[in-house]
């Protein structure tokens, strides 16, 4: 299926997905977006701009997708992140090494976006990498090694009362709350307790181009729930079953780049297959690119990169591959889950995210340690 031949609401989930992305393309490299960025600079020199922009994103995010939730226009806990099966094991394991990858690789799976639009055929070359690992991890052998070892190590929260793993049914079961005003207590919790990080200090509250892209970054997430949890969402003309449009996970997604690269490989490689079709998935992440591009452009900062050294090589290749497998494994990137599913409140998504960190915290300073042993 293609946007031509897809159904009209199918149409509007991937030029739309296609236009939030090309937004934020251009946004994250006007302001130098980047989680892995933002835990080194935290290690490596206690500056915490970009890690409190990343903060800002992650409130604004917050509180738009439960709006949502709350106003009855998307149901949040139909996504991904908000099973009852709680893999635990996959989700830290996978975020660990997620991070770690990042970190050998100098940048996420969004920055690598990012800096492909800006002219890095070695971003290309680590994309490359980063997609052929995510598919062997969904549909490969290094899926068999996920599904055997990993996955089966789950909690059901369903015997503990639990409908599914959102920190607001969690806040219902043990206060007494209704589920609507447990949510809403949630949330402003949360949001309180970023908003305080983010804005007590002030360098950073005086920094509009930090303000302003994390406000926007965390708007662009909530679109992405409206559109494909609402707009995208109603009666398929050839089933007349009620179904999401156009998305890999046939649910509501918001922005995530890593199985997205994935699926964009497999459309590429089996392209007369007429059982695929482009996806919102797809969408975001050829508009991260252009949407960079065109900053690049604009500001006159396009340029070719290359690779700097053979060790250099090695250590995005390596870094591609524990991308591509830790983030199909913890089901997110720093943007899948560091934003969109941290948005939806799943217990499953702090713990990828914690495992993200720690992975990157880690190799940071273990590459800081073995730099000073040799200097």
């Known amino acids: 299926m293609d946007s031509a031949s897809a159904p009209p609401a199918a149409t509007i989930v991937l030029w739309g997905g296609f236009a939030l992305a090309l937004v934020f393309g251009a946004i994250a490299a006007k302001t130098n977006f980047c989680t892995m960025g933002a835990v080194s600079d935290v290690v490596n020199m206690g500056h915490w701009g970009r890690m409190r922009m990343w903060l800002l994103a992650i409130a604004v995010a917050l509180v738009g997708a439960n709006v949502l939730q709350l106003a009855g226009l998307v149901d949040l806990g139909q996504s991904i992140y908000r099973r009852p099966s709680l893999s635990w094991l996959s989700l830290l394991v996978g975020g660990a090494l997620f991070g770690i990858g990042m970190s050998l690789a100098g940048g996420c799976a969004n920055k690598n976006l990012v800096r492909l639009g800006g002219g890095s055929l070695r971003s290309f070359v680590v994309l490359a990498f980063l997609a052929i690992s995510s598919y062997m991890t969904l549909k490969g052998l290094f899926g068999q090694w996920r599904a055997t070892w990993l996955d089966p190590v789950a909690l059901d929260l369903g015997r503990f009362g639990l409908k599914d ?180 409140l799943a217990i499953g998504s702090l713990i990828a995210l914690a495992g993200i960190v720690a992975g990157s915290v880690a190799t940071l300073r273990v590459i800081n340690w073995r730099e000073s042993r040799l200097g």
């Open 165 to 344: 793993q959102g920190l607001g049914a969690l806040v219902a079961r043990f206060t007494g709350l209704p589920p609507a005003q447990a949510l809403q207590a949630t949330v402003a919790a949360a949001a309180a307790g970023l908003l305080w990080v983010v804005f007590k200090d002030k360098r950073f509250r005086t920094n509009p181009v930090q303000v302003l892209g994390g406000l926007a970054l965390g708007a662009l997430v909530v679109g992405g729930w409206y559109l494909t949890g609402h707009l995208g969402y109603g009666e398929n003309p050839e089933t007349l079953e009620t179904v999401y449009f156009a998305t890999n996970t046939r649910t509501l997604e918001s922005m995530s780049f890593v199985s997205p690269l994935a699926y964009t490989l497999e459309l590429l490689m089996l392209w007369t297959d007429r059982s695929l079709h482009l996806s919102y998935g797809i969408a975001t992440a050829l508009g991260v690119v252009l949407g960079s591009t065109a900053h690049a452009l604009a500001t006159a900062r396009f340029r070719w990169e290359g690779f700097a050294s053979l060790a250099d090589l090695r250590n995005q290749l390596v870094g591609a591959v524990l991308m591509g497998f830790g983030g199909v494994t913890a089901m997110g990137c720093t943007i899948g889950q560091g934003l969109t599913g941290i948005s939806t």
